[in-house]
C-alpha cells in the first residue's frame, strides 16, 4: 500500500522530468515541438483539420497532442498544464486565462421541413423563402415562436447550451428539452429524424438534409470562437509558433 501511494508521486516526477526535456528540445528548434492541441467537439468537424493541414505544410516535423471535449473540462486542462492551446468559444471562469477573438458563427433555429404540422414546418412554410441550391430560408424567426416545440440541445457543461440557456432567458421561454447530447451532429440527426428543433450553428460537414435553416431575429443568437491559453504556463516555442500562425489566419 505504501509503494502504491508513492508510485503516485513518482509517475508525476518522471512527467515533469519528460516535459522539461521536450521543453529544453523545443528551445533548440522550435521546428520539431510538441503541442498539446485541445479543442471544442463542433471544431473538430470543419476548422480544427484545416488549420492543423495548413500548419503542417509549414512545419511538417511539429507534433500534436489532441484532446476534444466540454467547455468546463478544457478549462481544466489549460489551468492543469495538460493542454498548451485550446480553440474554444469564451468560458464562464476565465480566470488565469487568455482568450483571443477569432470569429464569430451565426446561431440558427434548426427544424425539419414537414413536420410538428402546424408546429415548426408550418412556421418553416409561412416564414421560409427557399434560397438557390441550399436549404437556408431567407426569413427569420423569432425564437419565442418555437417555445411550445420539444427541444434538442447539448449537456449543460457545454458552452453552446450555456449560451442557448441565455437566449433562452432572454426570450422570456422554458422550452421542453427532450435530450441533451454531446455532439452538434447528433443533434442535427435528431432534427432530421422529426424528434424536435435545436438552436445550432451552420457547420460545413454536419448532415444537413432535410433540415431547415431559419435565422434569428430575436435575440440576437451568435457565438464567438476564439484562442484560449494559460496565462500560469508559459507557451513552448513550436505553440506559440501555432499560436502566431491561428491569429494570422484569421486576421486574414
Request: hydrophobic content about 45%.
Amino acid at each position: 500500500a505504501s509503494g502504491q501511494r508513492f508510485l503516485i508521486h513518482a509517475e508525476r516526477a518522471l512527467r515533469e522530468l519528460e516535459q522539461g526535456r521536450q521543453e529544453i528540445e523545443s528551445e533548440k528548434d522550435p521546428d520539431h515541438g510538441v503541442i498539446n492541441l485541445s479543442f471544442m467537439h463542433s471544431l473538430g468537424i470543419h476548422i480544427l483539420p484545416q488549420l492543423l493541414s495548413e500548419f503542417k505544410q509549414l512545419y511538417p516535423h511539429i507534433q500534436f497532442n489532441l484532446d476534444q471535449d466540454n467547455s468546463s473540462v478544457l478549462a481544466q486542462s489549460l489551468l492543469a498544464g495538460r493542454s498548451d492551446i485550446c480553440l474554444c468559444s469564451i468560458m464562464v471562469n476565465m480566470e488565469k486565462l487568455a482568450w483571443l477573438y477569432l470569429y464569430t458563427e451565426e446561431l440558427f433555429a434548426v427544424v425539419p421541413p414537414d413536420h410538428f404540422g402546424e408546429g415548426a414546418a408550418a412556421l418553416a412554410r409561412r416564414l421560409g423563402e427557399r434560397g438557390k441550391g441550399d436549404r437556408l430560408w431567407r426569413k427569420s424567426i423569432d425564437l419565442k415562436e418555437l417555445e411550445e416545440q420539444p427541444f434538442i440541445t447539448l449537456k449543460p457543461n457545454y458552452s453552446l447550451r450555456i449560451l442557448t440557456n441565455q437566449f433562452f432567458a432572454i426570450s422570456g421561454i422554458r422550452p421542453s428539452i427532450i435530450f441533451e447530447g454531446d455532439d452538434i451532429n447528433t443533434a442535427a440527426s435528431l432534427v432530421s429524424a422529426h424528434l424536435g428543433v435545436s438552436l445550432l450553428p451552420r457547420i460545413t460537414g454536419i448532415e444537413t438534409a432535410g433540415l431547415v435553416f431559419l435565422p434569428v431575429s430575436f435575440p440576437v443568437c451568435k457565438r464567438e470562437i476564439g484562442l484560449a491559453w494559460s496565462t500560469a504556463h508559459p507557451l513552448s516555442p513550436a505553440a506559440l509558433l501555432f499560436q502566431q500562425f491561428v491569429i494570422n489566419r484569421f486576421r486574414k
